[in-house]
């Protein structure tokens, strides 16, 4: 039986997270130049995407660019945006064709004004799509995302449209660029590498989170399955026990 047919509908984590690692790797170890991993890692993209909105994954979020990758050589930032740009373009059929809406979360401000100005289009085409949210990390920093919340927050303090205490879990959800977001269930991180790096610090605290070896550029269809299917072996506690998750089930 193939790995897709394998998986239980009943339980499809309705929020995936992707850590998208290991493109400088995979070109390396083909004694090729670190962006045409970062090339080659577009079709992982589409293979995810496609692959997340087949079993019904309702939210996928990929971590593109983080606050900390402008630190990268220029003609590597440079190329990554190019990358987007022309990635933005040529994937907005398979986003229509899979009804599949988009959006982003980061600084988007401190894009590049192209990349920005392309994003912010596909954005808008895909605006009406319903089957599942694509949401891209541009630019974003988990701790960043906090403080930027913290700052609103204090702000309607200030201006007396909030109490201090009625800031509760729900009010902090409110204010981060997730908010529309459902909690992250599963976090996929490829390469082999077991960080978080600054990643949804907030929205996975009950996440489950998955390790796998292979490198982005490698990463297919059934790389996704298999992630998926380990997710659906697992039993998801939220701090009760077995016995408790058992009789509640029943
Ligand atoms: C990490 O690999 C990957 C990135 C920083 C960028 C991810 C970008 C893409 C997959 C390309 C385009 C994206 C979209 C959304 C169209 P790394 O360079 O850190 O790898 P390394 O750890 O092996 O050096």
């Known amino acids: 039986m193939d790995l897709k047919s394998q998986i239980d509908q009943n339980c499809i984590p309705k929020h995936v997270a992707v850590i998208m690692d290991g493109n400088g790797r995979w070109a390396s170890k083909q004694g090729l130049k670190r962006v045409l991993g970062h090339q080659k890692g577009v079709e992982s993209v589409r293979q ?39 990635s933005l373009k040529n ?54 995302e906090i403080v930027n919340a913290v700052k609103c927050i204090s702000k309607k303090i200030v201006n007396n449209e909030l109490k201090a205490e009625e800031i509760d879990e729900k009010v902090i959800n409110n204010h981060l660029y997730t908010f529309t977001l459902p909690v992250v269930d599963f976090l996929i991180r490829t390469s082999g590498e077991k960080r978080i790096s ?39 506690r939220f701090g009760k026990t077995s016995e408790q998750i058992e009789s509640s089930s029943k």
């Open 48 to 86: 995810t995407v496609e692959a997340a909105a087949e079993i019904g994954v309702k939210a996928l979020t990929l971590y593109a660019f983080s606050t900390e990758n402008w630190k990268r050589p220029q003609y590597e930032v440079d190329t990554l945006m190019t990358l987007l740009v022309k």
């Open 91 to 144: 994937e907005l059929e398979t986003l229509q064709k899979n009804n599949i809406r988009l959006q982003a979360i980061g600084r988007l401000e401190q894009l590049p004004k192209k990349a920005r100005k392309q994003l912010l289009e596909v954005i808008d085409q895909t605006k009406d799509n319903d089957h599942m949210i694509l949401t891209l990390a541009l630019n974003y920093g988990a701790k960043e």
């Open 198 to 236: 600054n990643f949804l610090l907030w929205q996975i605290a009950y996440a489950e989170l998955y390790f796998t070896d292979v490198l982005w550029p490698d990463f297919r269809k059934k790389d996704f399955y298999e992630a998926i299917l380990n997710y659906q072996s697992r039993e998801r």
